[in-house]
């Protein structure tokens, strides 16, 4: 009697086959890697554009666009007196019943002790809840420090042309750009034109005066904390008696927690090392930053959010981030 042959395979046709598999698998994961890099990058996108929606329609009630941060002097002073360390209600915070949050914002207390703003200091239950709250608008997907519940990955533009001479307390200080302190830019402020002025940015760097400062160090050049990185309903901190022109002896300006500028290059890398932001880079020099591949995301005036590549000339990027350089940009530009 014959026997039946064996219809199982061989060794050497299994080793073939696993081979085979490996090969495709290898062939696939870059594809299936820069799918989700694209589909992260969307939603950065969409994120920035909806933000830029929520500012038209507070601009459409208002007949302005929100300060970056709105402060009543002397009553959220610390000093009173010498209208020092005055913090107020942020952005993100005035722009919360624009994305159905109204209830949200009715738990926002402007008078916390020192923070004036600033909840994780206040031990308030109320500001504890606001602050551990997470609004995924506010977070770039491909963040890599999601891990934070409260990150914020976008923040004001607020120039970088032309530096005051203001103290600098935490590096220049800049008014020529959409986002400033108790400055509540009109349509018809912005001169250079709505479709070719920013307003909002995305900026992964960590500040040296988050919310905790522990741990500081860096993650592919960029500056990050296993404390805390800046919340999304943070405040910056002014002095004197209108936080905008420096007319007062106490005058001080630190925006790190709600602006960034056009100072430096689009992903520019921390060089200190261990992100010391003691030396030469402060809070107010921060630059536009992502995890994407070659530049960052920034919402524009007219509301229009656009993707752009962080070897943009230096002379136009900074012409971007003013409401009234007197520049004509073309779209090709950037």
């Known amino acids: 009697m014959k026997s039946k042959p064996s219809s199982a395979f061989t060794l050497v046709e299994l080793l073939v086959v696993i081979t085979i598999i490996g ?16 589909a992260r990058r969307s939603q950065c996108s969409n994120n920035l554009h909806q933000i830029g929606v ?6 459409s009630l208002h007949r302005a666009f929100p300060a970056a941060e709105a402060t009543i002097m002397p009553a959220q002073c610390l000093i009173p007196t010498q209208y020092g360390q005055c913090r107020g209600r942020p952005m993100f915070v005035v722009l919360l019943p624009f994305f159905g949050l109204g209830n949200v914002e009715k738990n926002y207390e402007p008078s916390l002790g020192y923070g004036y703003g600033s909840p994780s200091w206040s031990g308030s239950d109320k500001a504890t809840q606001m602050y ?3 609004l995924s608008f506010c977070q770039c997907p491909s963040d890599v420090t999601y891990k934070y519940v409260n990150l914020r990955s976008y923040f004001g533009v607020t120039g970088g042309k032309t530096p005051t001479a203001e103290d600098q307390w935490r590096g220049d200080v800049y008014h020529d750009g959409f986002s400033a302190i108790n400055l509540w830019r009109k349509p ?9 002025t920013f307003m909002i ?9 988050g919310n905790a400062w522990t741990d500081q160090r860096t993650n592919d050049g960029f500056c990050t904390t296993a404390g805390a990185p800046y919340a999304w309903c943070s405040t910056g901190e002014c002095s004197g ?3 905008h022109t420096a007319s007062e002896q106490w005058y001080r300006y630190s925006i790190g927690a709600h602006s960034r500028s056009t100072k430096y290059p689009i992903n520019s890398r921390l060089t200190i090392p261990g992100c010391d932001m003691n030396g030469t880079w402060e809070d107010n020099d921060i630059p536009f930053s992502s995890y994407h591949s070659g530049g ?10 656009s993707f752009v590549g962080d070897a943009i000339d230096m002379r136009v990027y900074r012409n971007l981030s003013t409401i009234n350089g007197g520049e004509v940009i073309a779209s090709g530009d950037f």
């Open 23 to 38: 090969i495709l698998v290898a062939l696939l994961l870059p594809a299936v890697q820069a799918a989700r890099d694209a």
């Open 54 to 59: 929520a500012l038209q329609a507070y601009e």
């Open 132 to 134: 551990s709250l997470r």
């Open 188 to 196: 018809r402020d912005i001169h250079d034109g709505l479709s070719t």
């Open 201 to 209: 940015g995305e900026s992964v760097h960590f500040s040296n005066w």
């Open 241 to 243: 008696k209108d936080c």
């Open 296 to 305: 960052t995301h920034f919402v524009f005036c007219d509301g229009h959010a």
